[in-house]
């Protein structure tokens, strides 16, 4: 059994153990990814990001009264732009990076104002499907860079949200901020640093049902 099927089995194995007479809840989610590429960057350079987004399944349910568990399989894409200082406007030797990643956060939400709010922390299991780098003009190829990659990247994950009941479906909107916790650099790549990380934002909207 590969990583990611572990992974999976543990999270059916955690909603399986969960009190499932409390409210359960499973749906879609999606949104954006305001996320880049930290670290030491080459010299003259600098990293930005460039949205990207996400998409995935949503499940959630009550381990106490007061806290339910969330597990949230998506397939992520983040984009970083390595600018390079030579002197002018718009550097055409700047370069666009794309990474895609298998995820599956496991967060504890807790819910506040009767339920209209709430507040969620947790981690945030990646596991990397490829990362490519283009020059900004996309004048050459895109370049496969996924073995200068860690193949599996955790992050902590913190996020704050308001939902919206609609008969027995929940609408609900997040804010969510995670930063990678080891280097995810694995080999050395010119215009990558020695030791990067991912970090940033994620802008998420997601409809749930009840079960």
């Given at each position: 059994m590969n990583s990611r099927n572990l992974l999976i089995f543990?999270?059916?194995i955690i909603l399986s153990a969960a009190d499932l007479k409390s409210q359960t809840t499973v749906g879609l989610i999606g949104g954006?990814?305001?996320?880049?590429?930290s670290g030491d960057a080459p010299q003259n350079a600098s990293y930005g990001s460039k949205t990207g987004y996400?998409?995935?399944l949503s499940a959630e349910t009550n381990i106490t009264k007061e806290i339910k568990?969330?597990?949230?399989?998506?397939y992520s894409v983040y984009r970083t732009i390595i600018s390079y200082d030579i002197g002018r406007e718009d550097p055409v030797?700047?370069?666009n990076v794309k990474m895609s990643y298998f995820r599956v956060p496991v967060l504890a939400k807790l819910e506040a104002f009767n339920g209209v709010t709430y507040f969620l922390s947790g981690l945030d299991f990646g596991f990397l499907q490829d990362s490519k780098i283009q020059d900004i003009n996309k004048t050459s190829e895109e370049k496969d860079i996924s073995e200068s990659f860690e193949k599996f990247d955790l992050a902590?994950?913190?996020?704050?949200?308001v939902k919206f009941p609609v008969k027995r479906f929940v609408i609900s909107a997040e804010g969510r901020y995670s930063q990678s916790l080891f280097n995810l650099?694995?080999?050395?790549?010119?215009?990558l640093p020695s030791r990067f990380r991912l970090s940033g934002f994620q802008f998420l909207t997601y409809v749930s049902y009840i079960l």
């Open positions: 543990i999270s059916f954006l990814n305001i996320q880049s590429i996400m998409f995935g568990i969330v597990l949230q399989p998506n030797d700047s370069m902590a994950a913190f996020g704050v949200g650099s694995k080999e050395n790549f010119n215009s």
